[in-house]
């Protein structure tokens, strides 16, 4: 079974531009998480999908940060206009709540603002 | 607000040690607890999920378990091996809400 996959691995941008991250979930998996993991701390839920609806998004930064899942299945994750505290990890995740509450990880997308 | 918090922040150990790290949260009204194993510059990879009727699960030489009325959880590693070495994040979900997650416990395990 294919895992979470994420893309690109690495991003180094200047503060003020735009970057984008994509993911794509476990074949199947309806639930589909984007989390930000800053040095040092644990994941943070940026926001959760359900299918293609929003179910939390509480803890995005809406001036700045927007996400997508159309058709229910990837997920893109954009930064604009990005500032330096957004150097962080992007991790993905998905899962298939009706037989599991487990949550499957991509690598993540590391990225730094110069 | 769910708060989970992992004592200690580091730890480092002789190959072949028994070892317990901690995760404890403050809402117990938890619908379950997962631990991870996250590697440098990789994602998290679960290890053991524990439902909030289960006290404990166990997988290999691996042991979670689950006291809510505490609000607490531990892992046990048997038998450590410098493989071992990664951080270990506990992560508590409420009902209602989604994975809370702890700073993390940074294991070294030197042979």
């Known amino acids: 079974e294919a895992g979470v996959a994420q893309s690109p691995r690495y991003k180094i941008i200047e503060k003020r531009q735009s970057v984008a991250f994509w993911c794509n979930p476990i074949?199947?998996?309806?639930?589909l998480y984007w989390y930000q993991q800053i040095l040092g701390q644990g994941p943070k839920l940026l926001i959760q999908f359900q299918n293609n609806g929003v179910v939390d998004d509480s803890q995005l930064p809406k001036d700045r940060f927007s996400a997508e899942r159309l058709k229910g299945v990837d997920s893109t994750l954009k930064i604009q206009p990005a500032k330096l505290e957004d150097s962080a990890v992007y991790l993905c995740?998905?899962?298939?709540?009706?037989?599991?509450?487990?949550?499957?990880f991509g690598e993540g997308s590391r990225l730094t603002v110069l | 607000k769910q708060e989970v918090t992992q004592i200690p922040a580091a730890l480092s150990v002789p190959e072949g040690e028994n070892l317990v790290l901690n995760c404890s949260f403050t809402?117990?009204?938890?619908?379950?607890l997962q631990w991870f194993r996250q590697d440098p510059g990789k994602g998290l990879t679960s290890l053991l999920l524990?439902?909030?009727?289960?006290r404990e699960q166990t997988s290999g030489r691996l042991n979670a378990s689950l006291d809510k009325s505490s609000g607490r959880s531990t892992l046990y590693i048997a038998a450590s091996q410098p493989g071992d070495s990664a951080t270990y994040l506990c992560?508590?979900?409420?009902?209602?809400?989604?994975?809370?997650f702890g700073k993390g416990t940074m294991l070294l395990v030197s042979p």
């Open positions: 995740a998905s899962s298939f709540p009706k037989t599991s509450p487990e949550l499957f």
């Open positions: 524990i439902q909030s009727s289960q």
């Open positions: 809402d117990s009204a938890i619908y379950n």
């Open positions: 074949s199947g998996h309806a639930t």
């Open positions: 992560a508590a979900t409420i009902w209602g809400s989604t994975l809370t």
